[in-house]
């Protein structure tokens, strides 16, 4: 009988041994609750559903089963509502992103996007700090209210008056200064022997800012007929998300 070599024998013993861990750990059924290495990939219209001992979903990952959308949603765990939200089940929600009050959605968001002009912030609206009254008497147009702003939103929600004494007439316009350039934002408001209100929304088409410039809003008035003094007050300027696309 030929002799057969001790360092054959060896490895036929080394791969059956191999062979039988192998087979031992086929037959392992693997930790469910950790991975180690590698990513997670749900797809195919799946999602990730983590929930509360109560029931309450606590985060939805992926896929909305009412419309089909995608998107994340993080909530609080005592069932009171969602707190955040990338996307949504709300079909006119765009890819906003919204945080809610403790009442949850749909209560109206607290901190959002805007929905509709993309890059602008949304809520909340920051107002724009303007002198509250001034006095005018001259004809020409003299600068009653200043103040700078940092463009956050898309709309500028404005509101001032003038008011004109009996057998007086005046009127006030709001400016805007950027770049050294001087434009009229909306119309110009007139009023006889009283006060004459204005609420204009002045939409990116108008101010033509865009996230991130710095510009400065005026109030301009006149006295144009008689002889009393006027007076021209802004009742508040604030920063403001879209109504609707065209806003934006």
């Not at 087979?23 to 195919?44: D, F, Y």
């Not at 309450?56 to 419309?67: E, K, W």
């Not at 408001?189 to 865009?210: D, N």
Request: glycine share 12%.
């Amino acid at each position: 009988m030929a002799a057969v070599p001790l360092d054959l024998l060896d490895r036929i013993r080394t791969l059956e041994r191999q062979v039988r861990e192998l087979a031992g750990r086929a037959q392992t059924r693997p930790a469910m609750n950790r991975i180690t290495h590698g990513a997670v990939v749900i797809g195919e219209g799946g999602s990730l559903d983590v929930r509360a001992p109560g029931g309450a979903q606590v985060l939805g990952v992926g896929q909305f089963p009412t419309t089909g959308r995608y998107g994340v949603s993080m909530a609080r765990e005592d069932g009171t509502g969602i707190a955040l939200e990338v996307g949504g089940n709300d079909t006119t929600a765009s890819q906003m992103i919204r945080l809610f009050p403790r009442g949850g959605y749909p209560s109206s968001p607290i901190v959002m996007d805007d929905g509709y002009a993309d890059g602008y912030l949304g809520r909340p609206w920051v107002p724009i700090p303007l002198a509250p009254s001034a006095p005018v008497t001259a004809s020409d147009w003299t600068t009653t209210h200043v103040g700078t702003i940092w463009t956050q939103h898309a709309v500028l929600a404005a509101n001032w008056s003038i008011h004109a004494p009996a057998g007086t007439t005046a009127e006030a316009r709001l400016m805007l200064n950027h770049s050294g350039n001087l434009t009229q934002l909306g119309n110009t408001v007139t009023a006889t022997g009283k006060e004459a209100f204005t609420s204009q929304r002045i939409t990116p088409k108008t101010h033509g800012l865009s996230r991130g410039d710095t510009a400065v809003l005026l109030i301009q008035a006149r006295r144009t007929n008689g002889p009393g003094t006027c007076t021209a007050w802004c009742q508040g300027i604030w920063g403001g998300n879209t109504a609707n696309a065209s806003e934006a």
